[in-house]
């Protein structure tokens, strides 16, 4: 049976590897026992192989015939998927930014116009309406900040993590 391995991922990279070269030359290519290579190659591993491992490894399917390097390959994908998904992120506090300082400009014109003499009921309902839609765009803004401050040191200093 062939188990279901992650797109992108260092696991996938070990089993195609491993494929070619086997486990136990990997294991004696690494430092490491069969056991744990084969451990590399699932999923659901939570463990990686060092640079010099996965370098030990690439090296090694070049010289069984192999083309390209799976472990490098994997990283640059993973390295690649991440970043554009960074740069999307960025993309969107940009917009949620905009989002802000058009509502609010709108519900400070609308509010102005409250104050002016003779405004009515509807001028009243209009302004309420721009400052809600203001409201409504600071709370998206304010959700995007945060998902900034999970990812990086800060975030993780605050929650007791030093990873």
């Known amino acids: 049976m062939t188990k ?27 430092g490491r026992s069969e056991r744990a290579v084969r451990y590399w ?31 490098l390959e994997s990283y640059a994908r993973q390295l690649h998927s991440e970043s554009l998904a960074a740069r999307a992120c960025a993309a969107g506090l940009a917009e949620d930014l905009a989002a802000v300082a058009r509502e609010t400009a709108d519900a400070i014109a609308t509010g102005i116009a409250v104050t002016r003499p003779g405004a ?13 839609e203001a409201s409504g765009a600071t709370t998206r803004l304010l959700g995007r900040l945060k998902s900034f401050l999970s990812g990086t040191s800060a975030g993780r200093a605050e929650r007791g993590s030093n990873l």
């Open 4 to 30: 279901p391995r992650a797109p992108l991922s260092f696991a996938q990279a070990v089993a195609l590897i491993a494929g070619r070269v086997g486990y136990a030359r990997l294991a004696h290519l690494v």
């Open 41 to 71: 190659s699932e999923s659901e591993c939570r463990t990686t192989p060092s640079l010099g491992q996965a370098k030990a490894m690439d090296l090694a399917w070049r010289a069984a015939g192999g083309a390209g390097f799976p472990m």
């Open 120 to 132: 009515g009921a509807g001028a009243i309902r209009h302004a309420i309406a721009e400052a809600e």
